[in-house]
């Protein structure tokens, strides 16, 4: 097997526990996250709030499975720089994406400071992505 199939397969294998998880955790937030909370004395302003983080990573981490399912399918461009657009998307699934859940999970406002990353993370693999387009 070619290296750049090798790539390509794992970036696949990656969007493809992404996409399930994702669709895993948007299940849960839209039949169970808000009585979850509910149960655990969040008030119910504060459910919405919650319920809304969690759809915003729900939602960018399906999107970024998405991109890495293309990603996984883009017929050119070099092997480093595939894996390194794939490294980031990964690390802001992680950074933002997870952040977010934990952050409804257990109302530790701080780990929002770690969302930036994420997205600084997602700016730079699209930026990357540029770079295929292009050379």
């Known amino acids: 097997m070619k290296e750049s199939e090798r790539i ?3 970036i696949l294998l990656w969007a493809g526990i992404s996409g399930a998880i994702g669709v895993i955790l948007g ?17 119910a302003d504060l459910v919405i709030k919650r319920v809304g983080q969690w759809d915003v990573g729900v939602r ?9 399912f293309a990603l996984a399918a883009v017929p050119f461009g070099s092997d480093g720089n595939r894996r390194w657009v794939a490294r980031l998307m990964l690390a802001g699934l992680l950074f933002f994406s997870g952040s977010l859940y934990l952050l409804v999970l257990t109302n530790l406002t701080i780990l929002g400071a770690v969302a930036p990353l994420g997205g600084l993370s997602w700016i730079i693999a699209w930026l990357l992505l540029t770079r295929m387009a292009v050379t």
């Open 27 to 43: 299940s849960f937030g839209a039949h169970g996250l808000d009585a979850f909370l509910l149960e655990r004395g969040y008030d």
């Open 60 to 68: 960018y981490q399906l999107i970024h499975s998405v991109a890495l």
């Open 8 to 10: 390509a397969r794992a």
